[in-house]
């Protein structure tokens, strides 16, 4: 059975950093890229960062460029999110995806299979 267990969201003040963890078990997650995309409430999830199965390329969505950056080891089936510079707007849900694509990192959520129950992230402002 496949799980994505997402920790490390919370409460954090406007400008700030958090870090965020995605664990996988059930998979060979050397096999997946890994997505991340979040939703705020009344509106849909949207693509945050997506990184290839070897981490060697990564994409992110232009809001965060520059300020989020995605990573994995795939020695402890995780992938990451490091959140820079956060503002109220990145109040969210975050969940982690898998995606079995051999190519780069894909943003359409209908292109991953599993996902996670997602963390919630809040900035105060």
């Known amino acids: 059975q496949v799980q994505l267990v997402e920790s490390g969201g919370g409460l954090v003040q406007a400008g700030g950093s958090l870090r965020l963890s995605c664990a996988a078990s059930?998979?060979?997650?050397?096999?997946?890229?890994m997505g991340w995309f979040r939703q705020a409430p009344g509106k849909e999830r949207e693509f945050v960062a997506g990184i290839s199965r070897t981490g060697g390329s990564t994409y992110y969505a232009d809001s965060m460029k520059g300020r989020f950056t995605i990573s994995r080891d795939n020695t402890k089936n995780t992938v990451y999110l490091q959140m820079n510079s956060l503002k109220s707007e990145d109040t969210a849900v975050y969940y982690c995806?898998?995606?079995?694509?051999?190519?780069?990192?894909?943003?359409?959520?209908?292109?991953?299979?599993?996902w996670g129950q997602g963390t919630q992230v809040t900035v105060s402002s």
């Open positions: 059930g998979l060979t997650f050397s096999s997946y890229a």
């Open positions: 995806a898998a995606d079995g694509n051999r190519g780069r990192p894909r943003v359409a959520r209908d292109e991953y299979e599993y």
